[in-house]
């Protein structure tokens, strides 16, 4: 037999405190948590903890997708020391730096490789 619910008189809404929020987010961001057995764990519906988590990553500036800030400079003079920079720009390779992480992808790279690259790098 399954379980019924039976609410008398007017309906609430449940206010959620911000420790059971980051309680929640917590709980779904675990390695092979899954947000709907959370959810029905704490009795609440999985759309309001997407819309949590949307909010918490808007809140700390990491949105899903967004643009990275680009800076066009005038290529250095080529020197010793810079050999490789100056090989780099005569053969079309693109640099890119993210995260402290410098990845460099030549301009002949299939376009599903440099995907796949700069999606490894935002992850």
């Known amino acids: 037999m399954g379980r019924m619910t039976v609410i008398t ?4 809404r449940r206010r959620w405190s ?9 709980a779904i961001s ?6 709907a057995d959370v959810a ?3 009795d609440i519906c999985t759309s309001l903890v997407y819309k949590w988590r949307r909010a918490a990553r808007r809140e700390e500036g990491a949105a899903t997708f967004g643009f990275s800030p680009v800076i066009i ?3 250095p003079a080529p020197t010793m020391s810079r050999d490789l920079a100056a090989q780099d720009a005569a053969s079309g390779v693109i640099e890119v ?4 992480v410098r990845v460099r992808i030549g301009a002949g790279a299939a ?10 790098l935002r992850s």
């Open 18 to 26: 911000a420790e059971d929020r980051a309680r929640i987010l917590a």
């Open 111 to 120: 376009s599903s490789v440099i995907a796949a690259t700069l999606k490894a």
């Open 73 to 75: 400079a005038a290529a």
């Open 97 to 100: 730096e993210l995260k402290d």
């Open 40 to 42: 029905r764990r704490e």
């Open 9 to 12: 008189g007017g309906e609430r």
């Open 30 to 35: 675990e390695p092979g948590a899954v947000v």
